[in-house]
């Protein structure tokens, strides 16, 4: 069954480094999005992008943030400079354009900020 | 704005006892709800989603749950728990529109005891 992936699994990085989590969505899927989790509070939207642009975003998706679609496979999230409260588990999800409204959510990359 | 509410961050059951998450929403167009699972290191997993259809819903491993507009609920059911059940549960809501963002609940983390 085709499933979302996300690597790394965990990653640790200093405060103030850049950091890029990547992503690979189903494959025959059009819209991608970018959730994060912070420890012990709910599951937040970041963004979701389509054809090729960021379709919607949220308050906390500022200038530190931006995503890429470099090739036809994978989707990445970048994080310029990061800050200690970016610490959370980071999740990937794609969707058909049509057919239902279901997400389908990749295993998470646990994002750690020292 | 949308929103959802989850009455209970924490609810305990013994296996084969009915399980209800309790789930609440406000959305002022009508929405599409889902309920997602999410196990210990692994991503979110969709149970079922009201997707303005049917306002019973049945979704995967013997899960239920009823759309009441009147209620602004949708409470997921299950008349036995079993211990494989045991994990964090989410409501989300989402505009009835292609490609538009989740909005989760706080989740509920269900114990089945035997």
């Known amino acids: 069954e085709p499933e979302v992936t996300q690597t790394p699994s965990h990653q640790v990085t200093q405060m103030g480094q850049e950091v890029i989590l990547r992503c690979v969505p189903i494959s025959n899927h059009l819209y991608f999005y970018w959730y994060r989790q912070i420890l012990g509070q709910k599951v937040e939207f970041l963004v979701s992008?389509?054809?090729?642009?960021?379709?919607?975003k949220s308050e906390i998706f500022d200038d530190q943030f931006s995503v890429e679609r470099p090739d036809g496979s994978n989707f990445t999230l970048k994080i310029r400079s990061t800050k200690l409260e970016d610490s959370a588990m980071y999740f990937c999800?794609?969707?058909?354009?049509?057919?239902?409204?279901?997400?389908?959510f990749g295993p998470g990359t646990r994002l750690t900020v020292l | 704005a949308q929103s959802v509410t989850q009455l209970g961050s924490h609810v305990s059951v013994s296996e084969g006892a009915l399980v209800l998450l309790r789930c609440n929403y406000s959305?002022?167009?009508?929405?599409?709800l889902f309920w997602y699972v999410q196990y210990p290191n692994q991503g979110l997993q969709l149970l079922l989603k009201?997707?303005?259809?049917?306002?019973l819903v049945k979704g995967i491993n013997g899960f239920e749950a009823e759309f009441k507009k009147s209620e602004t609920s949708f409470h997921l059911t299950k008349p036995s728990a079993h211990m494989s059940d045991a994990a964090e549960y989410f409501c989300a809501v989402s505009l009835n529109q292609a490609g538009t963002a989740l909005i989760f609940g706080k989740g509920t983390t269900l114990s089945v005891s035997s």
């Open positions: 999800a794609s969707r058909l354009l049509a057919g239902g409204h279901e997400q389908f």
């Open positions: 959305s002022s167009v009508p929405p599409y």
């Open positions: 009201y997707t303005s259809a049917a306002t």
């Open positions: 992008f389509y054809n090729n642009e960021i379709s919607e």
